[in-house]
């Protein structure tokens, strides 16, 4: 077991199997390194923006912090989403026979989550 709790055979492989090629392994160290260099970025930008020990915020306000976030993080996705949509759009006007997306998905989209 590695530090993480990941056994070497699920790291490589089961009964023989690999689990991972080896594009996925390299692929897999990008996202660890750029995630590692995120959160270090991140952590500090936001010392330097609110100041204080994080570990002394009361709880409530720990949580309070994380809804703005999760709100913060929809907004961005639904602003990606909706950017995607109309590209997706000017693209299929541009050709005759445009892909189609998943029958109803769009609409169960909709439903749940109106613009």
């Known amino acids: ?10 790291k490589h492989e089961i009964k023989g199997k690999l689990l991972m090629s080896p594009e996925q392994e390299a692929h897999l160290a990008q996202i660890k390194e750029a995630f590692a260099h995120h959160v ?9 923006e609110h100041g ?3 570990f002394a915020h009361q709880e409530l306000a720990l949580i309070d912090m ?20 109309n590209s997706a759009k000017v693209e299929s006007q541009k ?5 189609q997306p998943k029958p109803g998905f769009d609409q169960l989209t909709r439903d749940r989550f109106p613009t």
Request: avoid cysteine; glycine fraction near 6%.
């Open 95 to 99: 050709h005759t026979d445009p892909p």
């Open 40 to 48: 270090e970025w991140k952590y500090r930008r936001g010392q330097a």
């Open 1 to 10: 077991m590695d530090k993480l709790g990941i056994s070497a055979e699920l």
């Open 52 to 54: 204080g020990d994080l």
């Open 66 to 85: 994380a809804l703005d976030e999760i709100v913060d993080q929809y907004v961005y996705l639904q602003a990606l989403r909706n950017r995607l949509v």
